[in-house]
Structure formats: C-alpha cells, structure tokens
C-alpha cells in the first residue's frame, strides 16, 4: 500500500515539476490524494488545517469539467 501511495503523491510532483506531462494520471493521482487528505481530516481535528499547496490547487483547477448529460 505504501508504494501506491507514494506512487500518488510522486505523480503529482513529478507534474508539478515538469518532468512527466499534466494528464489524466495526474488528475487521478490528485483525485485519490484528495479524497486521503478528507478522510484524515474526518478522523481528527489535528488535520483540519492542512491543505494543498497553491501550486497543487492551481494543478487542480486546470481540470476542465467533465460534461454530464
């Protein structure tokens, strides 16, 4: 488990830095690490502060919304 969850947050840094392209991989990474970072912020009030980064919530904007009809 430990090597997928690092395979998550090294995704998004290696896009970030510019060393691999910003695509779905990236968005699915930051998905996963999103939906981490709330469960952990559920389990205790030591992590209610915690955040992304600018530059990871400036990543996550650049996601264009998926079409549902």
Do not use: C, Y
Not at 8 to 26: C, F, K, P
Not at 43 to 68: E, G, H, R, Y
């Amino acid at each position: 488990m430990l090597e997928t969850a690092s395979n998550h947050w090294q995704t998004v840094a290696r896009s970030l830095a510019g060393e691999r392209d910003v695509d779905e991989q990236t968005f699915a990474s930051l998905t996963v690490l999103a939906e981490r970072l709330e469960r952990l912020k559920k389990m205790d009030i030591a992590f209610s502060d915690v955040a992304f980064s600018p530059a990871v919530k400036k990543l996550q904007s650049q996601k264009d919304p998926i079409a549902v009809s």
